[in-house]
């Protein structure tokens, strides 16, 4: 019996596992601030103490990218994407999506970011008048 895999099939496998590891990285990043108090400059910190290892990117073979987000007191987490490029954590529409479902129809994969209080405000301001 020949079992034979698409590459989408295998995209979706490295799609799910990339996003376990971004949740696993996302774990490690909120317990170290909860014990430093501050986020850490670069998941390396994070090893071995809150990670046994660097998250991996499965798109690229290496690890997860991550920055702070300097001003936003918030971080950037992502995957280089289906393209296997780092498009600097651009979660912007791939031109071929005919629709943005998920992370992976952006550049990069972006890990969804906490809305600012800005942000928070606005939404919990326009919904008042549905």
């Known amino acids: ?11 979706r ?3 799910v596992q990339t996003q376990q590891q971004m949740v696993l990285a996302v774990l490690g990043i909120q317990r170290f601030r909860l014990r430093t108090g501050r986020l850490p400059a670069q998941l ?3 090893v071995p103490e809150y ?18 987000r300097p001003g936003a007191g918030d971080f950037l987490l992502y995957s280089v994407g289906e393209d ?3 498009d600097g954590g651009d979660p912007a529409q791939q031109a071929d999506k005919k629709s943005y479902r998920q992370i992976w129809d952006g550049r990069d994969a972006v890990w969804p970011s906490a809305a600012t209080a ?7 301001g326009t919904r008042k008048h549905d």
Do not use: Q
């Not at 019996?1 to 995209?11: A, G, H």
């Not at 046994?52 to 798109?59: E, G, I, Q, T």
């Open 1 to 11: 019996e020949n079992i034979s895999i698409t590459d989408s099939e295998i995209r």
């Open 13 to 15: 496998t490295l799609e």
């Open 44 to 46: 390396s910190e994070l």
């Open 51 to 68: 990670l046994a290892a660097l998250p991996h990117d499965f798109m690229s073979g290496r690890a997860l990218l991550y920055r702070l």
């Open 84 to 86: 296997g490029k780092d």
């Open 118 to 124: 800005e942000e928070a405000k606005l939404a919990v």
